[in-house]
Nanobody, 119 residues
Framework: QVQLVESGGGLVQAGGSLRLSCAAS????????MGWFRQAPGKEREFVAA????????YYEDFVKGRFTISRDNAKNTVYLQMNSLKPEDTAVYYC????????????WGQGTQVTVSS
């Protein structure tokens, strides 16, 4: 089992930036990929970005391309999401997740961190 803890959320004005962190813990950690998802009030959880742990290939949902950057620190078992040019529409609870591959999808989730963007 892997435990994920997100941090770095907060309140910012439109156009501002935040950097989210997700620290993974457990006896062993060898993910295939880690990713970020978000869920706004009244909406379904949606994909934001993901990174392949070995090699660092990244994937982004269209609505964050050019604004968000996902990265990882293998030594620290930590994934980051740098969010720039934030918009009110980005307001949501952001969740970190991990997949070990094998067709199981993302099978471990953090508790989430709130991101609020004001006008």
């Amino acid at each position: 089992q892997v435990q994920l803890v997100e941090s770095g959320g907060g309140l910012v004005q439109a156009g501002g930036s935040l950097r989210l962190s997700c620290a993974a813990s457990g006896r062993t950690f060898s993910p295939y990929a880690m990713g970020w998802f978000r869920q706004a009030p009244g909406k379904e959880r949606e994909f934001v970005a993901a990174i392949i742990w070995s090699g660092g290939s990244t994937y982004y949902e269209d609505f964050v391309k050019g604004r968000f950057t996902i990265s990882r620190d293998n030594a620290k078992n930590t994934v980051y999401l740098q969010m720039n040019s934030l918009k009110p529409e980005d307001t949501a609870v952001y969740y970190c997740a991990v997949t070990h591959g094998g067709g199981t999808g993302f099978d471990s989730w953090g508790q989430g961190t709130q991101v609020t963007v004001s006008s």
